[in-house]
């Protein structure tokens, strides 16, 4: 996938916790094709940043978080694909629900993982975020 960017995109990504471990999706289509990422997406216009965490994961995942804050950022630049994105990364405790495949355009499944141990290959800004060392269980 190529894109046309002429200025870095705003993503928003979610680590969301439940029982000691995160939740990680598979890409389908896009950018990184079957690659494993958090859910999230792209910020809005004119939207605050933890309505659109919380928004992105209603509309992926069909879940409810709470306890969302900031964690982290990484600047995500994939030359190749003409893909450069400043993504903002919150962390947040599962509330409520089972997640499910709600846009099966973008995503193959869901699951729950260990931090230690979570799926490969990982998106770029996923792998970036863990390459800073970032742990949303010691924070």
């Not at 599962?94 to 141990?117: F, H, I, M, R, Y």
Request: hydrophobic fraction near 35%.
């Amino acid at each position: 996938m190529n894109t046309t960017q002429t200025r870095p995109g705003v993503g928003v990504g979610v680590c969301v916790r439940k029982d000691g471990k995160v939740l990680m999706g598979k890409r389908k289509g896009g950018l990184m094709p079957g690659t494993w990422a958090f859910p999230g997406g792209k910020l809005d216009m004119n939207e605050e940043l933890e309505a659109c965490a919380a928004r992105e994961i209603r509309e992926e995942t069909g879940i409810e978080i709470e306890n969302i804050r900031f964690a982290a950022f990484t600047n995500d630049i994939a030359k190749e694909a003409g893909m450069h994105y400043l993504t903002l990364f919150y962390v947040a405790d599962w509330k409520a629900g089972e997640p499910q495949v709600l846009e099966p355009d973008k995503c193959e499944e869901w699951k729950w993982s260990n931090w230690n141990e979570l799926p490969q290959p990982l998106f770029i800004s996923t792998r970036n975020l863990i390459d800073s060392g970032y742990n949303p269980f010691k924070i």
